[in-house]
């Protein structure tokens, strides 16, 4: 993730993006808004991305588990047509 410092005239990066002679103007602001912003976004993604994978596997864990508990109702009741 992008850091604030970074984009703020203090960090190591702001020579980048902001002349040392001038404070940020608006459109600064607006720029380190924007970066922190996809920043955030792209932080969300990959959160989104590993819930989404979390949750398919508990999907297919219940499938397995049903499908152990039919296997097991399919031989009770093949136990008891032999009784």
């Known amino acids: 993730p ?45 959160a989104k991305s590993t819930l989404q994978a979390s949750i398919r596997a508990d999907i297919q864990a219940l499938r397995d588990d049903i499908q152990g508990l039919n296997d097991c109702v399919g031989r009770v009741e093949a136990s008891c047509d032999q009784l």
Not at 6 to 24: I, K
Not at 28 to 34: G, I
């Open 2 to 46: 992008l850091s604030e410092e970074a984009f703020d005239g203090t960090g190591a990066n702001s020579s980048a993006f902001l002349p040392e002679e001038r404070s940020p103007t608006l459109e600064d602001r607006h720029w380190r808004k924007l970066l922190q912003a996809l920043s955030t976004r792209a932080d969300l993604a990959a």
